[in-house]
């Protein structure tokens, strides 16, 4: 379904998480990871997750982890040194942190070995794609028709690794190999792909983006393109959790994640359906919008404008809903998977 309009309303998202302990705060703040919403909002998904996690499954998952080809260099040698003398569960959770945010990581690896890991395209979708729950294109269409929807293939072809192509098919696809029997170090991978990809797509500008005739014919890149005072509004919203609001996001985050049902289907068009409905209606907002059109009928170059401060709190309050939401999935996917350990 094209979606040309903004939508009078997005899912309300009640939510409450457990109160912060000392120790996820000192496992966080001691991590060098705290300067973008791509590290840190990963990392924080993990921390709520893993309240939800049993001590038996928290150990499953780090055994799975030790099975991945780069943990020596990636992870062992990554924990900060104030960790290596930590709990072995402080240390699990670091490294399950860890491996939320490596498939970001994949992309500096050394160019020999970078082919083997990073997966660009497996961060983002098509705003056009539809399937299953998400039949609302993620595309906001300024003065020009909507371009067609790109049917999605169905998630029972998980099983063949080319299934993964994007956001929520690579989700898909590691999700099954997770369920089955499946070689040790590519499960390990997979667990970072899954940890990862249910964080991206609970972020917006993951999941569509602008259309226009001239200036982007093929979409903004997820707002890449939209430039926003030294930035893009990608960027914006990447890092929405950055700055002296980290320690506050957290004690939200952990109130707010004990509102969800602990239990949650993996349902993956659901959230992305979720997420769209937050671009088409916040993401771009008046000033945006009217700059592009201004351009795009001058046959200009865009130019850059700068976000409201109301605009920014209902931005850092929208990531903070998203990341607890995916912490609370990803905890009960994981759970689901090791069943009753």
Known sequence: MPAQMLPSAWPGFGLRLCACCFCLLLAITSSSALHAWDATG???????????????????????????????????????????????????????????????????????????????????????????????????????????????????????PAHAGNVLTALERAHWQL?????????????????????????????????????????????????????????VWDQALRGPALNDSLATLTRLAANLPAEQPFTPTRWLHESRLILLR?????????????SENAGTRLGSITLSQQYQVDMKHTATIRLAEAGVRIGSTLSAITGSI
Not at 53 to 75: G, K, S
Not at 200 to 220: E, K, M, N, S, Y
Not at 284 to 294: E, K, L, S
């Open 42 to 160: 990963h990392r924080l998904s993990v921390y709520v997750a893993y309240q939800h996690l049993t001590p038996a499954q928290r150990e499953h998952w780090h055994q799975i982890l030790q099975h991945h080809p780069r943990f020596a260099n990636d992870f062992e040698q990554a924990m900060p040194e104030d960790l290596r003398a930590a709990p072995r569960d402080l240390q699990t959770r670091w490294l399950l942190g860890q491996a939320a945010v490596w498939p970001d990581l994949a992309r500096g690896l050394p160019d020999a070995i970078r082919p083997r890991y990073n997966q660009p395209d497996w961060h983002w979708i098509d705003g056009a794609w539809v399937r299953d729950e998400a039949q609302t294109q993620g595309n906001l269409y300024i003065d020009t028709p909507a371009l067609p929807d790109i049917d999605g293939v169905p998630a029972s072809n998980s099983r063949h």
């Open 179 to 235: 369920e089955h029997d499946t070689d040790a170090a590519q499960r390990a991978l997979a667990l970072c792909w899954l940890l990862h990809l249910i964080g991206d797509i609970h972020q917006p500008l993951h999941t569509g983006g602008l259309v226009t005739a001239r200036l982007f014919p093929d979409g903004d890149r997820g707002g890449n393109a939209i430039r926003i005072q030294n930035g893009n509004l990608h960027a």
């Open 282 to 294: 916040q993401v771009y907002p008046a000033p945006v919008i009217d700059n592009v059109r201004r």
